[in-house]
C-alpha cells in the first residue's frame, strides 16, 4: 500500500515547456502555487521579454504583454502560420491570474480574421490564445475580405475599416476588452474601437498579446 508521501508525489504532474521540451520545474512563487497550469519554462518566458507597457490609444487603454521582438514573432509564426495548436497558451497562461482580476467583469472581443482562413488552420489563433483568460468571449466582430495585414503596407493597413463589420449586438452598460495579438499601425484596434462604441459600451480597454516597438524606443 502506497503511503500519503507517494500517493503525493504520483499525484503530480510532470511539466514540460512546450518550447525548449525541458521538464519544468516548480519554484516556490505565489504564481506556481496558485496555478497548476505551466507550459512555458521561466528562461523561455523571459526570452520573450515581458514588458506589460501600458499606452493610451484613440482615447481608450490599452496594456501590451511584450514586445514584437524575433523570440515572439518565432513563436507566433509556429502557432498559427505553422498550425501548432499546442502553443496557443504559452503566451498568456502565465499571468492568468493576474489578467483575469485586472479585467474582472469585461467581455473580450477577439480581433477577426477571414472565416476561411481560421477553416484552413483549424482554429482562430486569436480566440485561442485568450481563451485561458476566464473571461467571457463574444466573437462578434468579422472580417468580409481575405487580407493578411502582415503583407500591406502602413497606408494599405489604414483601409482595414473597410473589411471589418460588428453584429447586431447590444453592449449597453457593459464593460468591453477588445484583443488581438499584434498591435503594429493600430489601425485593427481602431477600426474594433470605432465599431464597439457605436454598440453603447459601458468602458473599452484593449489587452494585446505584443506590439511593435516605437522607433523612439529603438
Known amino acids: 500500500m502506497k503511503s500519503e508521501k507517494q500517493l503525493e508525489q ?16 516548480k519554484e516556490a512563487t505565489i504564481h506556481n502555487l ?8 521561466h528562461d523561455c518566458l523571459l526570452e520573450l521579454r515581458p514588458a506589460f507597457n501600458e499606452f493610451e490609444f484613440e482615447g481608450v487603454k490599452c496594456l501590451n504583454i511584450f514586445y514584437y521582438n524575433e523570440k515572439v514573432q518565432e513563436i507566433l509564426y509556429q502557432f498559427k ?24 467583469g469585461y467581455i473580450m472581443v477577439p480581433a477577426p480574421s477571414f472565416e476561411e482562413m481560421d477553416e484552413e488552420r483549424g482554429f ?15 466573437k462578434c466582430v468579422h472580417k468580409t475580405k481575405k487580407v ?17 463589420v460588428i453584429d447586431d449586438i447590444d453592449f449597453s ?22 465599431l464597439v462604441s457605436q454598440k453603447h459600451p459601458k468602458k473599452i480597454k484593449a489587452l494585446l498579446m505584443s506590439k511593435t516597438i516605437d522607433l523612439d524606443r529603438r
Open 81 to 104: 502560420g505553422c498550425n501548432d495548436y499546442e502553443l496557443r497558451t504559452i503566451f498568456l497562461e502565465y499571468y492568468k491570474n493576474y489578467l483575469n482580476y485586472k479585467f474582472n
Open 148 to 164: 493578411k495585414q502582415a503583407d500591406l503596407t502602413s497606408e494599405e493597413r489604414k483601409n482595414i475599416k473597410d473589411v471589418l
Open 124 to 138: 482562430n489563433h486569436v480566440e485561442e490564445m485568450f481563451s485561458v483568460l476566464n473571461l467571457k468571449m463574444e
Open 34 to 41: 496558485m496555478s497548476n497550469d505551466i507550459s512555458i519554462c
Open 10 to 25: 504520483s499525484s503530480q504532474k510532470t511539466h514540460i515547456c512546450k518550447i525548449c521540451f525541458k521538464n519544468i520545474e
Open 173 to 194: 452598460n457593459k464593460k468591453i476588452l477588445i484583443v488581438d495579438d499584434v498591435f503594429t499601425t493600430g489601425s485593427t484596434v481602431k477600426t474594433m474601437i470605432n
